[in-house]
């Protein structure tokens, strides 16, 4: 689309879509947490399903834009995974980075979570680990898996909406009332998101072809992280406000629904079965973080050298993102 423009125009637009996705996506995040505060969903519910769905409204459009065009297909794959290792080494790194900068000692991990709660994080851990595992083992995915992982989600969805408690007071008419305006900016932002997410797709194509880097690795990096900005934004502001609890749930959800309903939608309209073994390291170093993070939260206790051990591996993962192929 932008191929008039040149490598440095295709730069330039790249860099503000990323910037536009960001204020679209905190519209979105800010306005439909009140429409969840007035229709009386509990504060566990909103982090771990509706924050964590409006922070993966990026990604979702990233893999709608891509099933439409086959030959884009890598990037999406590659987000959905590239973005699971940012939330957790890079937002989660920095997130318990914040949380202890105060006190050298090791800090207790929030306590809040019930049965349910806990249930529902290691389920997310769980999920996102197994199904590219099981991806990798079958050796390809085709638009039946992609059907298959939406109905995973949209049962597992249901599941938590159902034994998710709500208030024990039920909003009122004039707090119904106040729904319009966060509906309004609600599909206001969802609709920017959708937008800058296509600029996005588009630029980041072109640049992976002219640069010669793979579209795979372009989607595991660059758009991975300027998908994951409004996770970043979310939970480093859940941290500072002393909600860490928030800010796992939104981490956690974020890659249950990546692997579920982000890549099931990118792989349902697909036409083609893609090959996983492309995507074979992506996979390992996925699960890897994901086993660190089922770690941490078994462990209930964290300090800052698990924060500098994230980062490092975040670090590690550029390098061998970008050094493992030759541009």
């Keep these: 689309m932008f191929e008039e423009t040149g490598l440095l125009g295709n730069v330039a637009v790249l860099i503000a879509s990323l910037l536009s996705l960001n204020k679209a996506s905190d519209i979105t995040i800010d306005n439909s947490v009140k429409v969840a505060d007035v229709t009386g969903l509990t ?9 964590a769905f409006s922070t993966s409204l990026p990604e979702l459009s990233v893999a709608m834009f891509a099933a439409v065009g086959l030959e884009n297909i890598g990037v999406a794959v ?14 989660l790194g920095v997130c318990f980075l914040l949380l202890t900068s105060r006190n050298s000692a090791k800090v207790r991990l929030p306590q ?22 099981t991806l990798i083992y079958i050796g390809y995915a085709s638009r039946f898996i992609g059907i298959l992982l939406l109905m995973i989600f949209l049962f597992s969805t249901l599941q938590l909406l159902r034994k998710g408690d709500r208030k024990e ?5 004039a707090e119904r009332q106040k729904l319009t305006e966060p509906l309004y900016f609600t599909f206001l932002g969802a609709t920017g998101v959708m937008l800058s997410s296509y600029f996005i797709m588009e630029s980041a194509s ?4 002219n640069i010669g ?30 909600h860490l609890d928030l800010a796992l749930g939104n981490i956690v959800g974020s890659g249950f629904i990546n ?14 079965n893609i090959n996983m073994a492309a995507f074979s390291n992506l996979v390992t170093f996925s699960i890897i973080t994901n086993l660190f993070l089922w770690y941490f939260l ?9 924060g500098v051990v994230l980062l490092f591996m975040y670090f590690f993962f550029l390098v061998m993102s970008f050094g493992g192929y030759r541009i």
């Design 298 to 306: 078994s462990n209930g206790k964290t300090s800052w050298r698990e």
């Design 43 to 51: 504060k566990t519910t909103v982090g771990f399903m509706l924050v």
């Design 206 to 209: 072109f640049i992976a072809v």
């Design 259 to 272: 692997t579920t309903c982000i890549l099931g939608v990118a792989l349902a309209g697909s036409l083609l």
């Design 112 to 133: 809040s979570f019930g049965r349910e709660e806990a249930r529902s994080l290691y389920f997310g851990i769980f999920i996102a680990s197994i199904i590219p595992l």
């Design 169 to 173: 007071k039920d909003p009122s008419i």
């Design 213 to 242: 880097v793979p579209r795979v690795v372009i989607g595991a990096t660059i758009v991975a992280f300027g998908t994951s900005i409004p996770e970043l934004v979310t939970s480093i502001e859940a941290t500072k406000k002393g």
């Design 78 to 91: 590659g987000n959905v995974l590239g973005s699971n290792i940012v939330n957790v080494c890079l937002i």
